[in-house]
């Protein structure tokens, strides 16, 4: 029997995005309990995926600070993994007030005697662009 060969950093990032993928495949087709599950575990700012990738790419940005300063990179690099960061961070933090409710969509209700007040659908979606 052959052993298979060693992880690298290039194809662990291939696994990752290949598996990132099959996640969102599932969260599509899930019943909104287990969705709920999933945004939870992604969408944790501290231990999730999202804060994950954002510490990823800050990073990257480190990375491309370094190189920029000895003229290998462009300094444009730089500023734009910087600037991603820093939007991913904030995306975080807006998405982090949110996070709680989504956890508890995941959790199963506990019987009560009396009637549950139905919650009330909205129509109104903002989105903000910064």
Same mark, same amino acid.
């Given at each position: @029997? ?12 291939? /696994? ?26 992604? #969408? /944790?700012? /501290?231990?999730?995926? #999202? ?14 600070? /370094? ?5 290998? #990179? ?49 129509? @109104? ?6």
């Amino acid at each position: @029997m052959t052993n298979p060969p060693p992880l690298t950093s290039v194809r662990l990032a291939d /696994d990752i995005a290949r598996q990132l993928s099959q996640l969102t495949q599932l969260l599509a087709q899930s019943p909104p309990h287990e969705a709920a599950q999933i945004l939870g575990k992604v #969408l /944790d700012y /501290d231990e999730g995926l #999202l804060g994950r990738v954002t510490n990823l790419v800050a990073t990257g940005s480190r990375f491309a600070q /370094d190189h920029s300063q000895r003229g290998i #990179l462009h300094p444009e690099v730089w500023l734009a993994l910087g600037r991603a960061a820093n939007e991913l961070d904030s995306v975080g933090e807006d998405l982090n007030e949110h996070t709680g409710t989504i956890k508890q969509l995941a959790t199963p209700a506990t019987p009560s005697t009396s009637p549950a007040a139905r919650p009330a659908g909205s129509a @109104m979606v903002v989105r903000r662009h910064r």
